[in-house]
């Protein structure tokens, strides 16, 4: 057991974002590995983090792939970036105004554009139609809370029940970044934080100005393959996001599943591994599994042949044990490697391996628990004990599903 467990934390100031890096004592953690975690991880972690949030389509993605591509060459990897071109919906600034009080807010992706004022009414229980219609919304800005309903089923109740506009109120810490509708409504939909949406719930029947200003735009995103030269069918496909949402720096989501399967390669570069597997940073996954939809499209036969795709993501802050979830017989195997996983309650969607599974490809998926800091400015920490077991518990299992 380590005497004690250091914590990482980067801190932006401003614009410039100088990084520095402190050393803060935390409570020792249950589970650490054999050895002293490797400084390259929380350096490749901090170097992901140097450009501000990697939004698809951002010069600083285009640059945390250049540092990517480097580093797997480093290791004797071939590299190369596939793209593929998407929709992307951008929000360029979106406010409610209520009173002389002006509260920022995220336009969910698949939100109409809209400027206008009329009155707020709350909306009783989860957002159902009967729900709607009882507050009565027809021409106004219905407010309702998150949960139990997708965001897509409460903004259809909504447009159904005639609002002219809809607030959803975060029931998580923070404000509520990256929710999608899952398709075009034709109405305003705006997510605010808890507090902010608990002074709306309030202020029910009085006037306010909502205004959204959302647009689509195409953008390329740009997949990293890397693999030695040679090998070209996979058996084993190791993969992370590297992309992250506006406004988020994206250190547990997803720099900490980035550079865990970049030391995984590193640490494999030598061994028969290394000879049966690929390892791919995918772009657009907080768009909807974008890169990872494309890749499955693009290598059919492949994805096919493949014995297990291992996704890794948000496995940095240890909000919980290293779990694992997705194909069952794969599950059996991966526990008997590493005893220590824990598994998933449902394993099967939320990242990249969904996209491998729908194409019938036997997954895994890595996951520490949904981290405080999810797509906040706050995400900017990781602990490099929890990356290096990570990296551990990702070879043992590819070694075990290989035998
Ligand atoms: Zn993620």
Redesign the pocket.
């Known amino acids: 057991m380590f005497p004690c467990l250091t914590m990482l934390t980067f801190r932006m100031l401003g614009a410039a974002q100088i990084l520095t890096v402190a050393l803060a004592q935390t409570s020792p953690t249950p589970v650490s590995p054999a050895f002293p975690p490797s400084s390259k991880i929380a350096q490749d972690v901090s170097t992901l983090l140097e450009n501000g949030p990697r939004v698809a389509g951002s010069a600083a993605l285009k640059k945390a792939g250049d540092y990517l591509e480097a580093q797997y060459g480093a290791s004797g990897y071939s590299t190369r970036v596939e793209t593929f071109e998407y929709n992307k919906f951008f929000d360029e600034g979106s406010q409610l105004e209520i009173g002389n009080k002006v509260l920022e807010g995220s336009a969910l992706d698949g939100s109409s554009g809209g400027d206008f004022s009329a009155a707020l009414v709350a909306v009783a229980g989860v957002g159902t139609l009967e729900e709607f219609r009882a507050a009565n919304v027809t021409g106004k800005i219905a407010v309702v809370r998150r949960g139990t309903l997708r965001f897509a089923e409460k903004a259809q109740n909504a447009v159904q029940a005639g609002a002219r506009g809809l607030i959803i109120v975060n029931n998580a810490p923070g404000n509520l970044r990256g929710g999608t509708l899952a398709a075009e409504v034709t109405i305003p939909v705006l997510g605010v934080s808890g507090a902010d949406g608990a002074v709306l719930l309030e202020r029910t029947g009085e006037q306010a100005t909502l205004s959204v200003k959302a647009e689509r735009r195409t953008i390329v995103g740009r997949n990293l393959i890397a693999a030695l030269p040679g090998v070209t069918a996979p058996k084993i496909l190791f993969g992370a996001?590297y992309d992250s949402v506006q406004g988020a720096p994206g250190a547990n989501?997803?720099a900490s599943?980035t550079a865990s399967i970049l030391e995984m390669a590193r640490r494999a570069a030598n061994t028969p591994l290394a000879q049966s597997a690929w390892f791919v940073a995918f772009d657009g996954?907080?768009d909807g599994l974008r890169g990872s939809r494309a890749f499955v499209k693009t290598h059919a036969s492949l994805v096919g042949g493949l014995k297990a795709m291992l996704n890794f993501?948000?496995v940095g802050v240890d909000v919980t044990p290293l779990s694992v979830g997705g194909t069952l017989a794969l599950l059996e195997r991966s526990e008997r490697a590493v005893p220590e996983l824990r598994r998933l309650n449902d394993g099967s969607s939320g990242?990249d391996h969904a996209s491998f599974l729908e194409a019938g490809s036997p997954a895994l998926f890595f996951y520490r628990g949904m981290d405080p800091n999810y797509h906040q400015p706050g995400d900017t920490v990781v602990q490099p004990e929890m990356l290096e077991e990570t990296v551990l518990a990702g070879l043992k299992v590819a070694g075990e599903l290989l035998r």
Do not use: F
Request: aromatic letters at 0%.
């Open positions: 996001h989501d997803n599943g996954e907080e993501d948000m990242s």
